[in-house]
């Protein structure tokens, strides 16, 4: 019974790590009580099981193109509060379109700064999200490009190439279950270039220079 008690415990405390900070702690206000009455364990831990499967269930389906993602890439979201989400997105960079055909990997997270109604009728209104602010990395999976340097470059003679970090900006449109997001991104290298020679790129190209950087894109999510 000791044992059964004390595995029953620590599934809970394995089961919480799983879950948002809310349930945990839940979870950790109820574990006291759950070493006093065993049943009161099981119960509780088949709650949080219950409740880590619709945490794990996508919120929405993503079909997106550009953005440093894919020429074509579709993907699903979770919302992880009310106004933010995290994304995981397959990407396909087709050889007509960048010389080399090219598969990605890529993991996202925007924050939504605010929302505004903008129309309001009796049965729909349009929301719009006129700023959101994101972080995301992607993986591309091409034989020019390694996680790791190859044996025939001299030791840290080249930077990893399959992993980017990107800096996501936009402008959300949503009507019942469907999105519409505008999307502006930037590779980590392109940051660090524009910050050293934000000059030139001032004089050269319009919009402060944002315009000789940075990858354009439009996705569409679908709601469930």
Request: charged letters at 15%; glycine letters at 6%; a negative charge.
């Amino acid at each position: 019974m000791e044992i059964e008690l004390a595995f029953t415990s620590l599934l809970a405390i394995v089961l919480s790590l799983a879950i948002p900070s809310p349930l945990k702690a839940e979870i950790n206000n109820y574990l006291l009580p759950s070493v006093a009455s065993p049943s009161y364990a099981h119960q509780l831990v088949d709650d949080h099981c219950a409740q880590s499967k619709y945490v794990l269930t996508p919120d929405n389906l993503i079909i997106q193109t550009a953005g440093y993602v894919g020429f074509i890439a579709i993907g699903l979201g979770w919302g992880v509060t009310k106004n933010s989400q995290f994304s995981l997105l397959a990407g396909y960079v087709p050889k007509s379109v960048a010389g080399i055909e090219l598969w990605q990997l890529s993991a996202k997270f925007d924050w939504y700064v605010f929302e505004k109604s903008i129309i309001n009728m009796s049965v729909k209104s349009i929301h719009w999200h006129p700023f959101y602010l994101g972080l995301g990395l992607t993986y591309g999976i091409h034989d020019d490009l390694w996680v790791q340097l190859p044996d025939r470059y001299p030791d840290e003679y080249y930077q990893p190439t399959a992993f980017r970090f990107l800096l996501n900006f936009g402008s959300k449109f949503s009507l019942r279950h469907y999105d519409v997001i505008f999307g502006y991104s930037l590779f980590d290298i392109e940051v660090f270039e524009y910050i050293n020679s934000h000059e030139f790129y001032r004089k050269n190209y319009s919009f402060f220079g944002l315009a000789g950087i940075g990858s354009l894109s439009l996705a569409i999510e679908l709601d469930w």
